[in-house]
């Protein structure tokens, strides 16, 4: 137990316990890589600079000393120098001499390796300077102060790198003065450095980059192009897409693109695309282009990329097409948010019609990001880098390029980074219910909307006013119509409807509806008795005025179905002498007027003939037909005004007179008119009938 008197004993022992365990760090490691140099400038090489591993921290100081002396076994005692820089100064040192080097720390406790050097082997000057350059072909020229330090001039090394590469290309040669690029890619800039050494020096640093641009030539190969027209080919809007050709492409500026589109009407379109001036035409990213007019009716389109001294071979492609394979392939995506993997399967024997693939992918919304990449035949992937958003849809086609440049589109797929819980359905709503059965339809989500891939549409449903009822789910495909059977009658439901991804459900959609309380089809009896009744009315019409004959007219049939025969209460003259007879003055005055007063053609009436009618073979009194017409003639004034034609009903001609010859004596006596023909009497009327009408 401590007293009073040495409490104060307790804090020393700690302080010195952490001092001793933890304070102390051990020796230092012993230096290495000691190296030593002269750099030099145009006029002198005043000082030897003296490198070695670990190099001391900035804000602590120097840790180690260096020390030097000569190597002078003839010269004793041998005096040793140190500096706290690593720097021997001129007066140190003799121009062509040797010199022992070591570092060491303060105490002596740790040394490196001692090196001996010699003062004029270790100059170093300073990087050669590039003075010339040329194009065409691609070579530069440098300078060393190698003369200037009354030295020769040594080897040199060169490397160089397409602008913009992580990569040098060094040289194995042993130059001196000049280096020139073997077939460099036209209009490509270029960076140098180069470096020498002085016989016999060291070898200087490398110079700073110097950068100079190829000559300029025509561009090869083919614009890479491609017509993206969405889902539904036959029928969607196209935009011509194309990339920025390679620099070993484009072997120069390209002025601008050269495009020709062919229409469905087979029109010819050309447009004109200039890289240096803007336009409404065009939307550029920095590694596409894009025509902003759409291409809905193209069949075709080519493009061509041209500079200052050529232009690239036309590529031509036909508008995309919808196809079918024999075996269709289907793709495979795997995707996250930086690449996307696109692979497929296809046969052992690839057609031998199929040139290469085309693999295409954009974002469900019009307008944003997409890509494409050509492939080979025997190839079954593609990979591509980019920055892919989450929640977002993505569409993924694979196409056949023919030996003929025809398109097809093989398959397609949608991708998602990461998925997400999708919006709620809209427009659910309970169509038609017959009886116990319900359709129920809505519209599929929107593809902005869906946030990741359906996997189904899962509908509850609920019966109204049951406590115990349990609730029914059912799980349906991508559909957007489902129909719910054998419902109870009459009874009252609330269903709903929610979409699901992997990521989870969507929010419920309600609706309530009511079944019928039975299937009651009598509404249409009546109906259909009615129009059997009328059916039925009108047939037995028709066969009981068949069986009638020509005795009577029957109402039920209307009037065409008749034959005609001539009306005398129509006639003209009639009419004319009726409003004569009622105004006597001017039928004095006004001659009687016809249009048509002669009467020289008749209207052929086919009657029944008598001869085969075997009721008309007796007299109406009961005498046989030739004595009736023996009677007929012995009387031609006979009245005939009862005898009517039975079938029609209507007055029969018995004899035919010239109406010129008759007129004037029709008229003349009284005592003619009781001597009348046939024919007058039974179609021409007497003036009093006329009066009297």
């Not at 691609?138 to 102060?145: G, N, P, R």
């Not at 009658?489 to 992997?502: F, N, S």
């Not at 209307?558 to 003209?572: A, H, I, R």
Request: with cysteine; proline share 8%.
């Amino acid at each position: 137990m401590a007293t009073p008197t040495t409490w104060w004993l307790l804090p020393v022992l700690l302080v010195t316990f952490l001092y001793c365990c933890c304070s102390s760090p051990g020796p230092p490691a012993p230096p290495s890589n000691l190296e030593c140099f002269r750099p030099c400038n145009p006029t002198h090489c005043s000082v030897i600079e003296c490198i070695w591993d670990p190099k001391p921290p900035p804000d602590i100081g120097p840790i180690y000393t260096l020390h030097w002396k000569p190597e002078n076994e003839e010269e004793k005692p041998v005096t040793t120098r140190n500096s706290l820089d690593g720097k021997i100064c001129r007066e140190n040192f003799e121009s062509h001499g040797e010199l022992r080097v070591w570092v060491q720390n303060q105490n002596g406790s740790v040394k490196s390796q001692e090196i001996v050097i010699h003062t004029q082997n270790i100059i170093k000057p300073p990087p050669p300077t590039i003075t010339l350059s040329e194009e065409d072909p691609l070579e530069i020229h440098w300078s060393t102060i190698c003369g200037e330090l009354e030295l020769n001039v040594g080897v040199c090394d060169v490397r160089y790198r397409i602008k913009d590469d992580q990569n040098w290309i060094r040289t194995e040669y042993n130059l001196s003065s000049s280096y020139g690029v073997i077939e460099p890619q036209p209009s490509t800039v270029y960076e140098f450095q180069v470096r020498c050494k002085c016989d016999p020096s060291l070898m200087s640093d490398w110079s700073p980059s110097y950068s100079i641009k190829s000559a300029e030539s025509s561009p090869v190969g083919e614009v890479d192009a491609w017509l993206d027209c969405g889902l539904l080919l036959s029928n969607s809007d196209c935009f011509l897409y194309w990339k920025n050709l390679s620099i070993s492409q484009a072997r120069g500026y390209i002025l601008g693109y050269e495009i020709t589109v062919v229409y469905n009407n087979r029109t010819e379109q050309l447009i004109h695309v200039s890289t240096h001036n803007p336009s409404s035409l065009f939307v550029y990213d920095e590694l596409k282009w894009r025509l902003t007019s759409s291409l809905k009716n193209v069949s075709s389109f080519s493009v061509s990329a041209y500079n200052a001294l050529g232009a690239t071979k036309t590529s031509r492609l036909p508008r995309p097409i919808s196809g079918k394979q024999a075996t269709e392939p289907n793709i495979y995506l795997k995707m996250n948010e930086k690449n996307l993997t696109v692979s497929w399967n296809q046969s052992s024997k690839v057609s031998d019609s199929i040139k290469q693939y085309v693999v295409q992918y954009k974002e469900c919304l019009p307008g944003n990001g997409s890509d494409w990449i050509k492939v080979d035949k025997k190839q079954t992937t593609a990979f591509f880098e980019g920055t892919f958003k989450n929640y977002t849809p993505y569409q993924v086609s694979l196409f056949a390029v023919s030996n003929s440049n025809a398109i097809s589109q093989l398959a397609t797929a949608t991708g998602y980074s990461a998925q997400g819980v999708p919006s709620k359905v809209t427009s659910f709503k309970v169509s038609v219910i017959v009886g116990t059965k319900v359709i129920l339809t809505w519209d599929p989500v929107p593809c902005s909307d869906q946030r990741g891939e359906i996997l189904h549409y899962e509908i509850g449903l609920n019966k109204q006013g049951d406590p115990n009822h349990k609730p029914v789910h059912y799980i349906n495909t991508t559909d957007t119509t489902y129909t719910l059977k054998d419902l109870s009658p009459g009874q009252g439901y609330t269903v709903w409807i929610r979409a699901v991804t992997a990521a989870g459900s969507s929010e419920k959609v309600n609706q309530t509806f009511k079944t019928n309380h039975h299937e009651d089809y009598a509404f249409v009896t009546p109906i259909v008795v009615i129009v059997l009744l009328v059916i039925a009315i009108a047939i037995t019409s028709f066969i009981l005025c068949v069986f009638h004959g020509g005795k009577k007219e029957c109402p039920l049939l209307p009037q065409c179905l008749y034959e005609k025969v001539p009306d005398p209460s129509n006639s003209q003259i009639f009419k004319q002498m009726k409003r004569q007879i009622n105004e006597p003055l001017t039928w004095v005055r006004s001659p009687l007027y016809e249009p048509y007063p002669t009467i020289s053609i008749l209207e052929i009436v086919e009657i029944k003939s008598k001869v085969f009618d075997p009721d008309m073979m007796k007299k109406e009194n009961g005498c046989p037909l030739m004595d009736c017409q023996d009677d007929q003639q012995e009387d031609p004034t006979r009245e005939s005004s009862d005898s009517t034609d039975s079938r029609y009903g209507r007055k029969e001609y018995s004899k035919m007179v010239d109406s010129d010859e008759e007129r004037n004596d029709s008229w003349s006596s009284s005592e003619e008119e009781q001597s009348t023909s046939g024919y007058e009497k039974h179609f021409m009327p007497s003036p009093l009938e006329v009066m009297v009408e």
